[in-house]
């Protein structure tokens, strides 16, 4: 099946700095998401980008579906940005999401 | 976005009872909805895809027999844990397909099973 890779797994951060969290996956894909994971279980929607980009306020987000990547852009973080990234995709023949690993971030005042 | 709610939100059992796990979608209906499980500090992982109205798909090495799903209707999947056992105990969260908002899939607020 369809592998999902993430990067950084781990980020640490001070108030008000950018990051760029990054997903790679290894074949085509007809859907792409960016979910965020808050402290208590719930995955709430970021984005739904299999290509292009897509901007929502301090976040946005590109896909690049020839190049098998996408990116999420964290401009000016906030203490609530905290939390874990899920890259997740729809592979060829899939209808479910495949999710990468995460990226854990953490911002400090 | 569409909302998919799950019932309930926490659940504590002893082992051997079975527990039912509700997940709707409140706002759209659902020809296709999935059960995922999730680990402390590991990613989501698919279960099975439930869908309306005939038999659900498992993915390899989940026990058909031990999580029983049904999809009676296009708002309605249950996933029933049967004989319920301490390793059973994890984070299981369902998701639902909105077709009309290309095929953005939306999660519910998930299901923390703790089997003593």
């Known amino acids: 099946g369809i592998q999902v890779e993430q990067s950084p797994p781990d980020l640490i951060l001070q108030e008000g700095a950018n990051s760029t969290l990054r997903c790679n996956f290894s074949d085509s894909v007809n859907n792409l998401q960016w979910f965020h994971q808050n402290p208590w279980g719930q995955l709430i929607n970021l984005f739904y980008i299999p290509s292009g980009t897509k901007q929502n306020g301090r976040l946005s987000a590109t896909t690049v579906a020839t190049e098998r990547y996408s990116l999420l852009y964290i401009s000016s973080s906030q203490t609530t940005d905290s939390g874990v990234y899920f890259c997740?995709?729809?592979?060829?023949?899939?209808?479910?999401?495949?999710f990468g690993s995460g990226t854990r971030l953490q911002v400090q005042p | 976005g569409a909302v998919v709610s799950q019932h309930p939100s926490r659940v504590i059992c002893k082992s051997g009872t079975s527990v039912k796990i509700e997940c709707r979608s409140l706002d759209f209906q659902a020809t296709t909805m999935f059960w995922y499980r999730q680990f402390p500090k590991q990613s989501l992982m698919l279960m099975a895809t439930s869908n309306e109205g005939s038999k659900a798909t498992y993915e390899q090495g989940v026990e058909k027999d031990k999580f029983l799903i049904n999809h009676a209707s296009l708002t309605l999947s249950t996933l029933t844990v049967t004989s319920a056992h301490p390793e059973d105990s994890s984070f299981y969260i369902c998701s639902a397909r909105d077709y009309s908002s290309y095929n953005e899939q939306f999660f519910g607020p998930g299901t923390r099973l703790t089997v003593l």
């Open positions: 997740a995709v729809e592979g060829p023949g899939r209808r479910a999401l495949t």
